[in-house]
């Protein structure tokens, strides 16, 4: 059931990732390729078996003719929107002109919309030579290819790239968004972009645990049972051993990184102290590496996570969004403040009960939202996504999630939503920073007609509903 579910979600998240670029080319925007060239080397690392693809681009400005390569391999990729035989046959004369087949054995040119029924072997034939071979059957592929050559994956791993899928997919929405020029006037949209200012410094250091004494002391001292399935969770718990329920921190390649400085927040106790330094953020973003730029990413959500764990909003371990809990002072319901064109509340956690039995709880509904954060010309934003979550203990998500969770949809309008977005980033502008680690949640994106503001009736419809105003 498992695997039959991942495999309609990859389906769904591919087709629709594909008439969003077919949407951006059709306006004239065929850089989307530019955008979307790192996106894509997670995915293709596995379904090609490619540990060291890299973007090419990285290495020089504008690699002329390939973007992404693996020359431990000797495989590379040419990422575009185009899927016309010209440029096929153009990408292949700057390989044989520039000569790479020296370092590469083949070059497959990804298409990210739907490509031609054929392409013509003898015409391509006419720009090779006997040095290199290119089969259009094979190295010619679009997303829908990719997608076949995932469900060949084992099930972890196709969970893998259905989330990194999901990640593009939110990518390019934004990219969308955030180039959205055709607004007719009167009109102001407020797209689901919220600006941030990124903290300073990141805060390396190399682990100096041992994991079987963190093991041991777990079991003895904190109960607790089993055997870690990963290094993340053995520094957990090194961290819990040491008195700090922290989650602003990202483990990778031996290494722990952090907005918060070490010998304050306590993360120094499981560090090597000799090899603690301090970074520039600007300097990670602009190494160049994409492990640094996802490094940041997950910084910027394991920060944003510690902070509204400290105002009862939770992550949901495997589904990673966001969703408001009970408050000890209100336990069935729930209400938070914001300010929008005048103060308003919102209803963000409910407790309902069975019609037939009004004794007895039917789910619990909650406010949730998802966060992806990207960098779009070299500004950040946080992207959001608003949504609900039922459950049917406070936490465990209801058996009826899927089928009451369209009902609330059908309910919703336009302008629900976007009440929900401004909500939601009112609420992450307005949370408590008491470590001061300088990330800044702003205002969000707005593209509006300077020339002819909504009137009043429009702009009704900013503010929120009837069940949402003060109570």
Known sequence: MKQLEIENQLRDVVSRL????????????TDINLALEDAFIPILKSVFNLPHLINLNRKRKNYPGIDLGDDHDRVAFQITSTVTLDKVKGTLEQFMERQYFNTFDEVFVMMLVKKQASYSQTSVNSVLDERF?????????????????VTGLRLAAQERVLADFKQILGDVDAYLSFNEENVEAPA??????????????VYIGELSIDEKVVTA??????????????????VKMALLLEGMDTDSWVFHDGRLFSFRDPDTSGLSSILDEGTIETLSAGDLIDSGQIDNINIMKQLLFAETHERLSSCNVKLHPKDRFFYFCSNSEEPTTRYESWVGKKTATRRV???????????????????SFELSFVDISGTWFAQIRPSWYFSYNGHTRSNWHDDLLSQQKR???NASVRNMVRFTAFYLANLPDEAS???DFRSLIVFSNDDDEPNEDEAELFEDTEEETAA
């Open 18 to 29: 594909i008439a969003q670029v077919e949407l951006a080319t059709s306006q004239g925007r």
């Open 133 to 149: 071979a290119f089969n259009v059957k094979k190295h010619v592929i679009d997303l829908g290819d990719v997608l076949g050559m």
């Open 188 to 201: 102001t949209l407020t797209s689901n972009l919220q600006e941030i200012e990124l903290p300073t410094d």
């Open 217 to 234: 002391r777990a079991k003895k001292e904190l109960g607790y049972r089993g055997r870690a399935r990963s290094t993340k969770a053995i």
């Open 349 to 367: 956690y409910e407790v309902k009960y069975q019609k037939k039995d009004p004794s007895k709880v039917a789910h619990h509904k909650h406010f």
């Open 411 to 413: 309910l919703e309008l």
């Open 437 to 439: 680690v300088g990330l």
